[in-house]
């Protein structure tokens, strides 16, 4: 796998002008990735469990194969042909479809690749699928959606929220989420670990990884999931570092995050 810290060193000088921000595709680049036999690291399982709130088993929660394969996907976002620059990229959405559990024992090889650039009324969005295989064959999938925004004027809308249901849950999230995501998950993001990072984005402190926010919810799930199954987020407002929030299980497969004032956070659906 490539080293992830590395990958974040080189977005982030492309981002200074003069040393190659500007150099963007057009179009979605025609490469894909692949790394084989990368093997589960059971102590970094267990420590990716007790920060996502999973049982320790030795069964890979679904967002797991996500952070085994996250270093190859930032790879070809970081490649100059890539359309969309990784610093000040948001991630707008995420679906995981398990086709059957995965376990600690098992090797697994990754390919990646990027497809639907599409427009979107605050810039480009672009889908980033990771594909885990066992012995040649599928048995993990991930769609990740990121907008790039590159258009000023009009502001960001606040929108119309619809009322919030009920939670069954409220979870107090600590500033140690973001420095204790990023040691698990590889993503390092100084939104997420740093004020002065959160700053220079916009964000008035830092913000819990998205993906952290889906596992979080999937753990809280975990004695409902069936061995296959598809799961899908929209990832809204950002949760704050510190902050409280409110977990909902919905009927028909349905799950929400929302603030203590009824402000949606993450969306989901098992289906």
């Avoid at 409220?170 to 100084?190: F, H, L």
């Avoid at 999937?218 to 999931?225: E, Q, V």
Wanted: with cysteine; hydrophobic share 40%; net charge positive.
């Amino acid at each position: 796998m490539p080293a992830a810290g590395a990958l974040y060193r080189r977005a982030l000088l492309g981002a200074l002008p003069g040393l190659g921000g500007g150099r963007r595709s057009a179009g979605v680049p025609a490469v894909e990735l692949a790394v084989g036999g990368v093997a589960v690291d059971r102590a970094h399982l267990a420590d990716y469990d007790r920060v996502c709130g999973f049982r320790l088993t030795d069964r890979l929660p679904a967002t797991y194969p996500h952070v085994m394969g996250f270093p190859l996907a930032l790879r070809l976002m970081t490649a100059p042909g890539f359309p969309i620059p990784l610093t000040g990229v948001v991630h707008v959405g995420n679906r995981i479809t398990v086709h059957r559990p995965v376990t600690a024992d098992e090797t697994l090889d990754f390919t990646t690749y990027a497809e639907h650039l599409r427009p979107h009324d605050r810039g480009r969005q672009i889908d980033v699928v990771l594909v885990g295989a066992v012995d040649g064959e599928e048995v993990w999938r991930g769609v990740s959606t990121y907008l790039g925004r590159e258009r000023t004027g009009g502001g960001r809308g606040r929108g119309e929220w619809s009322p919030a249901p009920a939670g069954s849950a409220r979870w107090r999230v600590e500033p140690r989420v973001g420095t204790d995501y990023a040691r698990v998950s590889g993503d390092r993001n100084p939104i997420h670990t740093s004020r002065l990072g959160a700053r220079l984005f916009g964000f008035p402190r830092p913000i819990a990884h998205g993906m952290w926010s889906k596992a979080r919810c999937l753990a809280a799930l975990d004695n409902r999931l069936p061995d296959a199954y598809t799961v899908e987020v929209a990832f809204k407002l950002p949760v704050p570092l510190p902050g409280t929030v409110s977990f909902t299980r919905l009927p028909d497969g349905g799950f929400a995050l929302h603030d203590l004032r009824g402000r949606p956070h993450l969306v989901g659906l098992v289906r």
